[in-house]
């Protein structure tokens, strides 16, 4: 039996938010590949699937073709750009030119958030010996 290949991750995540805005639209992936007006096929129902499923590396022609399929206010970045990951980029950029004082008092009137970005963990040097140090 042949090993089957693990999607690329960006290629999984458009084709996850394709398949939720045509659902959402009530659509059938038949009804996609048809395109936005009568005899403007542009792909088949296999080829969606496989963009929905991550298994298929679509054009940015493909894209905005599914996005003006989709008949709503989906437009071609909503497939490609996550947008609570594009938020949290901008947070965190936000959050590191803000002076120590307005971070304090956001802390007092919020209260501590949960940490955006992982901290590094230091490193803990072993002895020698290879041995762990002892917990206290």
Do not use: C, W
């Amino acid at each position: 039996m042949p090993r089957r290949v693990r999607p690329k991750k960006l290629f999984l995540t458009i084709g996850e938010r394709l398949k939720a805005f045509r659902l959402a639209a009530g659509l059938t992936q038949e009804e996609v590949a048809e395109g936005h007006a009568p005899g403007e096929s542009f792909a088949n129902k296999g080829h969606i699937s496989s963009i929905e499923h991550g298994l298929a590396n679509p054009t940015v022609e493909t894209l905005q073709r599914i996005a003006e399929a989709l008949e709503g206010d989906v437009e071609l970045v909503d497939l490609v750009i996550d947008p609570d990951e594009s938020l949290r980029h901008a947070v965190i950029a936000l959050s590191r030119t803000l002076p120590d004082e307005v971070l304090g008092e956001i802390l007092v009137k919020y209260g501590p958030v949960p940490e955006l970005v992982p901290r590094k963990r230091k490193r803990t040097h072993h002895r020698a010996s290879g041995a762990r140090p002892k917990a206290r």
